[in-house]
Every structure is written in structure tokens, then in C-alpha cells.
Nanobody, 122 residues
Framework: QVQLVESGGGLVQAGGSLRLSCAPSGRTFSRYVMGWFRQAPGKEREFVAA??????TTYYADSVKGRFTISNAVNTLYLQMNGLKPEDTAVYYC?????????????????WGQGAQVTVSS
């Protein structure tokens, strides 16, 4: 089981930027899919972005495409968030799926980080 430790998040004004980081520990596999999800109060957890750990293929939710960038480097997962909007306010979770293929379904991911609060003020 891989452990995921998140950092980053915080409070920012609309139009601003934040970066989230996620460091997996324990055994990881090249075929892992790593992703970011978010959950706003009273809403279900939703897919934000994902990347195949070895090949670097990326996937995005339509709501963040062109504003958010997922990447991995030196065994760390990142989510660069630009042009933030109040509707991006949520707790953001890093997640790992042991094998391909990619899926947007949260239930398919095996490990989760502790969550990082992102608040965007208008």
C-alpha cells in the first residue's frame, strides 16, 4: 500500500494561483495512475486531473482544462492551479491507482492523501 502525503493549498483571491504537491512513500509501480480529486461541501468527490506515472499521459476534467496542470517529477506529484475561481474551492485529494487504465471513478483508486483545503475568494 502506498502512502500519500499532500502539501500546499491555502487561501487565494480569484484569478490567483496555487500549487499542490503529493509525495508517495512505500512501493510504487511504473504502471500506477496518479490523480487529483476534489470535494466541496455538500457535493460528491469529483475527478480533477490524472497522469500515468511512467508515460506522463495526462487527463483533465473539462472544468479545469487550460487552467490546471498535473505533472510528476522526482517522485512527486504536482497540481499547478492557475486562474482560480471561487467554484474551485474544495478539499483536494491526491490518489493512486495501482494499475492502468485511467479512470475518473474515485472508487477505483486504492490510496488517498489526507486532503488539502483550497479556498478561492471572490
Amino acid at each position: 500500500q502506498v502512502q500519500l502525503v499532500e502539501s500546499g493549498g491555502g487561501l487565494v483571491q480569484a484569478g490567483g494561483s496555487l500549487r499542490l504537491s503529493c509525495a508517495p512513500s512505500g512501493r510504487t509501480f511504473s504502471r500506477y495512475v496518479m490523480g487529483w480529486f476534489r470535494q466541496a461541501p455538500g457535493k460528491e468527490r469529483e475527478f480533477v486531473a490524472a497522469i500515468t506515472w511512467s508515460g506522463g499521459t495526462t487527463y483533465y476534467a473539462d472544468s479545469v482544462k487550460g487552467r490546471f496542470t498535473i505533472s510528476n517529477a522526482v517522485n512527486t506529484l504536482y497540481l499547478q492551479m492557475n486562474g482560480l475561481k471561487p467554484e474551485d474551492t474544495a478539499v483536494y485529494y491526491c490518489a493512486a491507482k495501482k494499475s492502468s487504465p485511467f479512470t475518473r471513478a474515485a472508487g477505483a483508486y486504492d490510496s488517498w492523501g489526507q486532503g488539502a483545503q483550497v479556498t478561492v475568494s471572490s
